[in-house]
Structures are given as C-alpha cells and as structure tokens.
C-alpha cells in the first residue's frame, strides 16, 4: 500500500519549508511512501520557490498562476498522485 499526501499551499512562504520537511521525515519511516504533492494556488510571495529549493525525489510541486481556492488545490494534487490512498 502507497500513500500520496497532498498539501494546497497559498502564500506559505514563511512555513512551507518546515512542513515539508516534517511530512518528508515522516515519509521516510514508511515503507511503501509514494509521494508528497505540494499544490502552489497561485501564490504571490516565495512559496514556489522555497518547495523548488527542497531536493526530495518524492516531492513534487504543482503551480496554478491563479488562485482557485482549496478544494480545487486538493482536487488537483489527487489526480497528480500515484499513491493508493
């Protein structure tokens, strides 16, 4: 069984980084982690870019120019996921 995480993101610049490493720890302990999916939802500060400075081969950064709310983040990030659950 694999598991994708998905996290939607919207001017996170301050707290991405440690997050992502938090979940990125916590992966590590699975035995069977697919992937970390970090939906950026059109933020306008750095947030795109501290995710693109974390070097992770299970991390994986979607970029909307736009803003489009939460749900449709999440939705996005799932159809992205290879995990079972």
Request: glycine share 8%.
């Amino acid at each position: 069984m694999k598991i994708s995480v998905v996290v939607p993101a919207f001017n996170e610049e301050a707290r991405i980084g440690e997050t992502v490493r938090r979940i990125g720890r916590f992966m590590e302990t699975l035995p069977n982690a697919a992937d970390l999916i970090i939906v950026d939802d059109g933020s306008r500060d750095a947030t795109a870019r501290v995710v693109e400075q974390l070097q992770s081969p299970r991390l994986r950064l979607i970029r909307n120019p736009t803003n489009h709310g939460k749900g449709y983040a999440v939705k996005q990030g799932m159809r992205e996921a290879t995990g079972d659950y």
